[in-house]
T-cell receptor, first 112, second 113 residues
Framework: DVKVTQSSRYLVKRTGEKVFLECVQD?????MFWYRQDPGLGLRLIYF???????EKGDIPEGYSVSREKKERFSLILESASTNQTSMYLC???????????FGPGTRLTVT | GDSVTQMEGPVTLSEEAFLTINCTYT??????LFWYVQYPGEGLQLLLK?????DKGSNKGFEATYRKETTSFHLEKGSVQVSDSAVYFC????????????FGGGTRVLVKP
């Protein structure tokens, strides 16, 4: 079975802190994705990566950056956390098109 | 651009009732279609998929058929259980570079004993 793990299930950070969310997949997938999920807004794509050191902006990249130094690991970085970044963050991975994405369990981030 | 529309919830059912969640899509070409399920406090799990017209995806008693003529991929289950209470997302993959998914807004289903 494909396994996608995220470093934390719950995280509480203060405004202005630098926050790292880590995602690891064990199936040698080329593509990795970061989403945020908010009530009434559904899932929105923040960034994705189709190869090591490659990244593409999604629909809402502002306030975020990403890093992919190894194929299995994709990090989401909040350079200076703000309260409007309180959300559920979901990581996913997939083989190249047209395959399905596999999701991690999510990280519920609260910024106070 | 691509879009997915699914019925708004919540859908409330009694155990053993029949469940249908409608999903229609707009896309160019021949996308792949998916249903994902999200249980409370968890990530999304792939429920079923279909990659071409007239394909039927099935899993755990759920079924959906890829209907190109009506651009639909409705999810059905003949007899729901309390454990089926979750949020269900319809999604499409346009088979374009990046392998990005377009999701519907999700439908919350609540099954009562």
């Amino acid at each position: 079975d494909v396994k996608v793990t995220q470093s934390s299930r719950y995280l509480v950070k203060r405004t202005g802190e630098k926050v790292f969310l880590e995602c690891v997949q064990d199936m040698d997938h080329e593509n990795m994705f970061w989403y945020r999920q908010d009530p009434g807004l559904g899932l929105r794509l923040i960034y994705f990566s189709y190869d090591v050191k490659m990244k593409e902006k999604g629909d809402i990249p502002e306030g975020y950056s990403v890093s992919r130094e190894k194929k299995e690991r994709f990090s989401l970085i909040l350079e200076s956390a703000s309260t409007n970044q309180t959300s559920m963050y979901l990581c996913a991975s997939s083989l190249r098109i047209p395959y399905e994405q596999y999701f991690g369990p999510g990280t519920r981030l609260t910024v106070t | 651009g691509d879009s997915v529309t699914q019925m708004e919830g919540p859908v409330t059912l009694s155990e053993e009732a029949f469940l249908t969640i409608n999903c229609t899509y707009t896309a160019t070409g021949y996308p792949s279609l998916f249903w994902y399920v999200q249980y409370p406090g968890e990530g999304l799990q792939l429920l079923l998929k279909a990659t071409k017209a007239d394909d039927k995806g099935s899993n755990k008693g759920f079924e959906a058929t890829y209907r190109k003529e009506t651009t639909s991929f409705h999810l059905e289950k003949g007899s729901v259980q309390v454990s089926d209470s979750a949020v269900y997302f319809c999604a499409l993959n346009p088979k374009a570079a990046g392998n990005k998914l377009t999701f519907g807004g999700g439908t919350r289903v609540l099954v009562k004993p």
